[in-house]
């Protein structure tokens, strides 16, 4: 069950993540989350979204490059 | 020669076609991965990524050189991703009312179980309306900081929190959801 000091720190995580708040603030969320179990889970697994997130990398193939680079130059010469 | 330096800078302006070939060698990786969890689509993201270098390259004149080159890439790449978005509408799934209420997002674990884990990223950020998956993809996917989100998206640093934050939060429970 959630309470305020929960729902105050799950409201602040982006935050801490982007070490965007003041050290007070920081503080509070670390202790927040080591005496909470359930705060300190939300915080991992949203850890571990985001570094699925930044993993997940897509890539052409070589021959794509090439290919969209020929395409990209035939179409200026075209200008 | 630095990418960011101010002769090549002057070079890109002037449209020198080696600078440019550098750029677009420096860069299609990049901004394909970007263009790609916005669109979902390989053959939209190429063909996104083409028009995006085309339209930079068109531009290049017009560039005032006040952010690096690649924010001013990715910045057009956007644009052309969302205006797909907007002339196909394929690509959104549900509306802001139903990611307001707290318990009904989509159970997309069923059909989805041996996907690996970049199609579970994929399937989840397909789930994100366009403004949370714009901004997510930029920071979290992308790498680019706040304030050049801000920028280049025309929303203040404290309305990107906002929304970055609503978008890990749904982006948590979609991957949660799907095991």
């Known amino acids: ?79 | 020669m630095h990418l960011n330096n101010k002769e090549f800078i002057e070079k890109f302006k002037s449209r020198d076609r080696e600078t440019f070939s550098r750029i677009v060698e420096e860069y299609s990786d990049r901004l394909y991965n970007l263009i790609y969890k916005m669109v979902l689509n390989r053959d939209d993201a190429k063909d996104i990524l083409q028009n995006a270098f085309l339209k930079a390259y068109k531009a290049a004149p017009s560039f005032k050189g006040e952010s690096a080159v690649y924010t001013y890439l990715a910045s057009i790449a956007l644009n052309e991703a969302r205006e797909r978005f907007r002339k196909e509408r394929k690509y959104i799934f549900f509306d802001l009312d139903i990611i307001d209420s707290e318990k009904e997002i989509p159970d997309i674990s069923l059909e989805k179980e041996k996907e690996t884990m970049k199609e579970r990223v994929n399937v989840a950020l397909g789930r994100l309306p366009e403004t949370f998956r714009a901004v997510l993809v930029l920071k979290d996917v992308d790498g680019l900081t706040l304030k050049e989100i801000a920028e280049m998206t025309h929303i203040t640093e404290g309305g990107v929190k906002a929304r970055l934050h609503r978008a890990r939060m749904l982006l948590k429970r979609m991957l949660e959801n799907e095991k």
């Open chain 1, 1 to 79: 069950m959630k309470n305020k000091e929960c729902l105050k720190t799950i409201k602040r995580l982006c935050g801490y993540m982007e070490n965007d708040l003041s050290l007070e603030c920081c503080e509070e969320i670390e202790k927040h989350l080591r005496e909470c179990e359930s705060c300190r889970g939300e915080y991992s697994k949203m850890e571990n979204a985001l570094k699925l997130c930044r993993k997940s990398r897509e890539a052409l193939s070589e021959e794509e490059k090439m290919i969209i680079k020929e395409n990209i130059f035939k179409l200026i010469e075209k200008e």
